[in-house]
């Protein structure tokens, strides 16, 4: 059975960092291309990263690009989310999302985590 | 970047009644690489549809989707109770990939 279990979530300040991990299991993660979505409290899905399974194609929503590394270490079978500058309207459940045909590139996803929610206040 | 405008925002019918949404794209979608996900309350969204008229696995035949181009239609022929929630149509097309704002399913 798939699993994708986010985790690091938590209360930061306006400017300050933190770092998401997500554990797959169920799956060879190693071949698997990774993204995380994210959703702010009763709005709707925004697509944040994505990293190809040997971390050769990355790329980035607008509104994070410069602020956000996403990363990943396949010994290790986990994905990361390295969260800088952190704003306000950061403030969301940060969800760990795979497709089950392996690589996400022209494929839907399939494979959600249930999220970690991570907040942006003073 | 391909915005998605969904529509309605908010759909009120009843159990047994046929629910058409609609999501509309600002340029084509390549190879209709449409997607759309159903969200309950306090869970992750589950796929639905892709390549905008394939059924997930699992997902019953009353869901069915339909379009091409810059008009995607998902159409719930009859209504169970657990298929109100909320809708996301998707493009992943580009990789930059794009999620319309949803659309509420909601009991009437």
């Known amino acids: 059975e798939v699993q994708l279990v986010e985790s690091g979530g938590g209360l930061v300040k306006p400017g300050g960092s933190l770092r998401l991990s997500c554990a797959a299991s169920g799956f060879t993660f190693s071949t698997y291309s990774m993204n995380w979505v994210r959703q702010a409290p009763g709005k709707g899905l925004e697509w944040v990263s994505s990293i190809s399974s040997s971390s050769y194609s990355i790329f980035y929503a607008d509104s994070v690009k410069g602020r956000f590394t996403i990363s990943r270490d396949n010994a290790k079978n986990s994905l990361y989310l390295q969260m800088n500058s952190l704003r306000a309207e950061d403030t969301a459940v940060y969800y760990c999302?795979?497709?089950?045909?392996?690589?996400?590139?022209?494929?839907?996803?399939?494979?959600w985590g249930q999220g970690t929610l991570v907040t942006v206040s003073s | 970047e391909i915005v998605l405008t969904q529509s309605p925002g908010t759909l009120s019918l009843s159990p047994g009644e046929r629910a058409t949404l609609s999501c509309r794209a600002s340029?084509?979608?390549?190879?209709?690489?449409l997607a759309w996900y159903q969200q309950k309350p306090g869970q992750a969204p589950r796929l639905l549809m892709y390549?905008?008229?394939s059924r997930a696995t699992g997902i019953p035949d009353r869901f069915s989707g339909s379009g091409s181009g810059t008009d995607f239609t998902l159409t719930i022929s009859r209504l169970e109770p657990e298929d109100f929630a909320v809708y996301y149509c998707?493009?992943?097309?580009?990789?930059?990939?794009?999620f319309g704002q949803g659309t509420k399913l909601e009991i009437k």
């Open positions: 340029q084509s979608v390549s190879s209709s690489y």
């Open positions: 390549g905008a008229s």
């Open positions: 999302v795979s497709c089950s045909a392996g690589t996400c590139y022209s494929n839907p996803f399939d494979y």
């Open positions: 998707q493009q992943y097309g580009s990789s930059t990939r794009t």
